[in-house]
């Protein structure tokens, strides 16, 4: 079974709680045991590396409790899955989503490799994610913003979508290609049920270089869609499932 992301918002909730959800895939005939932990901020670690990508990120000084569902043996990652921090913000991570040639080529995958004989680390990916934003961030939004950075400095290996929540509103980022990104705030009245595709079809550029109200994207995404002739919406509303998407049955649903 594919996963399949749910956020719901205040207004479209019975109680008024924002909720984020999702269920996780696996291969046939496989389980990936997971486990509930409870993190302390206390003494948090000063650098976190990556076992699949050997990505080393620094870490800030100061973090927050936060519990989290991680895989229950350590031999491929953390994979935290999802998890709720000391300051009622929640992460949830991630959803895979599709790509096409195009992006990909003007904005290439980080994969670890080797360059010679010197290796080359790759991005960040599902793995990491978690275990970078919800120790850091004290709001949904905050968690697109730090995301955003790490995602530009540091790069990924693979396409996601990842849900952020805090009592007041609901984020939803999708990755673009290496090293872009845009976000988009979930209405209040509204929900939303995601599969593994590139979910957001309209997107407001103006809002997201100017108050971004509720959109948020990479610093360079106007001069990127351009430069590399990304846009094919005959629509004067920017569709990034046509940029972005993999054009395959899957993102026209």
């Given amino acids: 079974m594919s996963c399949t992301t749910i956020l719901v918002g205040k207004d479209a909730s019975y109680d008024g709680s924002t909720m984020i959800a999702r269920n996780m895939d696996s ?24 076992v699949l990508s050997h990505v080393e990120i620094p870490l800030p000084d100061k973090a927050l409790d936060y519990i989290c569902f991680p ?13 709720t921090n000391s300051a009622n913000v929640s992460v949830s991570a991630t959803e895979t989503i599709t790509s096409n040639e ?3 080529a003007a904005d290439p995958l980080v994969v670890l490799h080797k360059e010679g004989r010197t290796e080359i680390p790759g991005g ?5 994610m978690v275990s970078l934003l919800l120790p ?12 955003g950075e790490l995602l530009e400095k540091y ?49 407001d550029l103006k809002d997201a270089f100017g108050k971004q109200e509720s ?39």
């Fill in 136 to 147: 850091y961030i004290h709001s949904a939004r905050e968690g697109v913003l730090r995301l």
């Fill in 124 to 128: 960040i990916g599902e793995e990491d």
């Fill in 27 to 50: 291969g046939s005939g496989e389980y990936t045991l997971k486990k509930m932990i409870s993190v302390s901020g206390k003494n948090p670690p000063k650098k976190y590396r990556s």
């Fill in 155 to 203: 790069g990924t290996y693979e396409m996601n979508g990842i849900a952020f929540s805090d009592t007041r509103e609901i984020w939803w980022l999708e990755t673009i290609g290496g090293h872009h990104f845009i976000a988009k705030r979930v209405p209040d009245d509204s929900y939303v049920m995601m599969a593994n595709q590139q979910g957001i079809d309209s997107f």
């Fill in 215 to 253: 959109h948020i994207c990479s610093k360079d995404l106007r001069e990127f869609i351009a430069e590399h002739h990304l846009n094919l919406s005959y629509e004067e509303e920017f569709n990034p499932r046509d940029a972005f998407g993999s054009h395959s049955d899957a993102d026209h649903v």
């Fill in 102 to 104: 195009l992006v990909l």
């Fill in 71 to 83: 895989n229950a043996l350590n031999d491929s990652g953390i994979w935290a899955g999802a998890g």
